[in-house]
Nanobody
Framework: VQLQASGGGLVQAGGSLRLSCAAS????????MGWFRQAPGKEREFVAA????????YYPDFLEGRFTISRDNARNTVYLQMNSLKPEDTAVYYC????????????????????WGQGTQVTVSS
């Protein structure tokens, strides 16, 4: 399985970006996919997850509805639409996937995922 993340870049505060994560290999057997981010000097944190079977989505409370995760089954791709971006959203964003039937709590944890993309840099200027 390979995950290819793209769509990062430089944007002004208040702007939007859409990240993409294209999966190849055993993508058709994914149970869930997620997005995490890591800012310099900080731990990698959960941003969003989607359960492949029923498209249930999960987010951390601190996002306040600014981000939306979605998927395209035909393209084996998951997206992260990011709106109202803030400088504190600056980070490397990673997509991840798992074939295992994991709980909602585990979907929000790094250890819940078996496969990781290479990361894409998002920089939000003030």
């Amino acid at each position: 399985v390979q995950l290819q993340a793209s769509g990062g870049g430089l944007v002004q505060a208040g702007g939007s970006l859409r990240l993409s994560c294209a999966a190849s290999g055993r993508a058709a057997r994914f149970y869930a996919m997620g997005w995490f981010r890591q800012a310099p000097g900080k731990e990698r944190e959960f941003v969003a997850a989607i359960r492949w079977t029923d498209s249930s989505v999960y987010y951390p409370d601190f996002l306040e509805g600014r981000f939306t995760i979605s998927r395209d089954n035909a393209r084996n791709t998951v997206y992260l639409q990011m709106n109202s971006l803030k400088p504190e959203d600056t980070a490397v964003y990673y997509c991840a996937a798992t074939n295992s039937m994991i709980s909602i709590v585990t979907m929000k944890a790094r250890f819940g995922y078996d496969y990781w993309g290479q990361g894409t840099q998002v920089t939000v200027s003030s």
